[in-house]
């Protein structure tokens, strides 16, 4: 059998579009299918419930922010190892960014793929208008492959059955499978930058499978998987985002260094390299042997006690620094490279003092939006003049920037200059982007 995809789609955010494929990929893997998930985009929390329902990784598909020898490699892989491949949108069908503000939606990677359209609606307060709804969506572009509805957070039987009606009476060939009820127990609590990541939620799993046995009685499952569909974009080889820093990389990993792609870490491994784990949460300094450390973002700012007085892991990255190891932090990463993190009313938290930042979330401002970084310096990343493509996202303010080698020039998804980010100071570099995937070949 040749893997089948579906994407779930949503009018805008904060539908249920996540639970409902989490609660989708934990039911066929229950009925014993072979289920892979990705999600569109760049957001690293909802995978985690995908995750945790496939038992296996999600894989972010980015269509702006890749290549599409990157995503053609990553779709292969998906389908290579699956019977159903189910994919989450990105915020409304169309929602992306730039000029027109869609290149980058989940309606262009439906186009890219062909893997059909299920439209996640969240219908409180609906009645038959929602047709009006299911009818703009569907002709607003109609080469996107919109093929099926799921109704959400539905008040009563005889309100799924009006919605049912009206979507059968004005859009014939969009398929309704059903609706799921307004549920307590479909609910993921949120933060600042989104859900709260399902490592951290003790109540996921347990909502994951309560979603998974809604969704065997409430949807027609059957119909559904009929409407799923092979991608028709070519495989490629492996992925592989980012040149490896070095030949033995260790990457930070716990609640608070959470943000690591696993297509950039798989793809550190498919070219030759090492890759370990050490939890600075837990005050474990990077292997003694590393020639690379990776911090990937996360909340620092959640725990800055406890990483201001792990000095084991601060001695030891001061000590893979100060032995010439390539020591790379992204976004949250880069606070904690930095000489201090003030957070709260006001308390100085200090950090590794490996780069001359002193960052603040006293005093929150959103930071949000696709980047185009062209290398400014020579890295492990790259000779001075490398292309990528990444995204930023937090609340942090700089509040002191010393004299360090700025590391990238900056163009936001329109192209309008956003001027230098980030520093490198001899080894040890970072920024706030969360970097995707190289934007040249080289």
Known sequence: MTARGLIFAAPASGTGKTLVTAGLAR???????????????????????????????????????????????LIGELEAH?????????????????PGAEAGSTAELALMTGWPVVLVVDARGQGASVAA????????????????VIFNRVSSNRHAALLADATARHLPNLVCLGSLPADPGLALPSRHLGLVPASENRDAEAVIEHCAARIGTSVDVERLLRVALGSTLSAAGKAAPLAPLG???????????????????????????????????????????????????????LWPDRLASAQVFMTGI??????????????????VLGEALIVGEGQICPMAGLLPLVTSFAERRLC???????????????????????????????????????????????????GSYGLRRRSVFGSFIHLIDRETAS
């Open 133 to 148: 709804l299911l009818k703009g969506f569907a002709g607003h572009r109609p080469s996107v492959p919109l093929a099926a």
């Open 368 to 418: 949000l939006g696709y980047r185009r970084a062209t290398l400014r310096v020579d890295t492990n990343l790259g000779a001075a003049g490398a292309r990528f493509r990444g995204h930023e996202f937090h609340y942090a303010t700089v509040v002191r920037e010393n004299s360090a080698e700025p590391l990238f020039s900056v163009l936001g998804a329109a192209n309008e200059d956003l």
């Open 27 to 73: 039911h066929l893997r229950r009925r014993g299918w072979r289920v892979a998930t990705a999600k569109a985009g760049p957001d690293f929390i909802d995978p985690t419930f995908h995750a945790l329902a496939a038992g296996k990784p999600c894989r972010n598909l980015d269509v702006w922010g890749m290549r599409r020898a990157t995503l053609a490699g």
């Open 318 to 335: 001061r000590r893979a620094a100060s032995e010439g190891a390539a020591i790379y932090g992204e976004c949250g990463g880069y606070l």
């Open 82 to 98: 699956a019977d159903f491949v189910l994919c989450e949108g990105v915020m409304g069908l169309f929602d992306g960014t730039g």
């Open 247 to 301: 030949e033995r990389i260790a990457v930070a990993r716990d609640e608070a260094f959470c943000f690591a792609y696993p297509t950039l870490l798989e793809g550190w491994r498919s070219q030759g390299a090492e890759v370990t784990f050490f939890s600075p949460l837990a005050n474990e300094p990077p292997g003694a042997d590393a020639d690379a450390v990776y911090l990937p973002g996360g909340y620092p700012e």
